[in-house]
């Protein structure tokens, strides 16, 4: 939580006081994260990306969603979950039977958080009676799994990345669950992706801002509800770029 402060005296100036105390308990128990730029950590050993946007290599076409900025990769169709104003609830990668769902949270500067959310996912699993595994992989230790979904077991595989004041979690299902080489194309996403954290102060852990592109969005606003978007040849203009043609949003996205 962020709270505004005002010069003032009388009820105002206490009610400031009590809010900079409460700002003060959340710094000191590392819930929000607003030091300044110049104290940000050195870029975290990662084999390629996500990248944080101050480092992301130039030139690779991009769906800007916001805090997420998700390379176009030939066989990837990138499916969304949204409401009517455009914001962002949920991100899927398919390719073929294989899925990588994504997200992205607010981090502290000093240190990463996967290690500790991997063992929250590991105990609400075990809670739903479902078995879980450490496996190392290539962003480091992951979280393997098999749960009962309507069609059947499903393998599900939990990536976390700690970047500069960020954490991207990704999560695999279907074949490139079990075997990272099942979907090249996915991989490649993951490892192209760029992160926007933005320099406001954010509670750790919270989501960052995912956002529609402005011609989706308009696309879809006529819609009522969250919606499912399959979205197509929308970033930066890969349409034109591979001689494809730039096709639009479908007109009746799935309901939730």
Known sequence: MIFSRKSGSGRHAKDDTRAGGARRLEE???LIDDEP??????????????????????G?????LGALKVPAVDDVEVRVQADNEGKIQQIVLVNNDSALQLGVFAAPRSEGIWDEVRGEIRKQLFTDGVAAEDADGEWGVELRARVRTPDGLT???????????WLVRAVFQGPAAVDPNAAPPLLECLRNLVVDRGHEAMPVREPLPL???????????ANDGPAEVPLADVANGAGEANGTERRKPSPRPRRK
């Open 28 to 30: 000191e128990l590392g």
């Open 37 to 58: 730029d110049e104290a940000v950590a050195p870029k975290a050993d990662r084999p390629e990306g996500p990248y944080d946007i101050t480092e992301a290599p130039a």
């Open 60 to 64: 690779i076409p991009q769906l800007d």
């Open 155 to 165: 393998d599900i595989r939990f990536v976390g990345i700690d970047g500069p004041r």
């Open 211 to 221: 956002q529609l592109p402005k011609e989706v969005a308009e696309a879809t606003a």
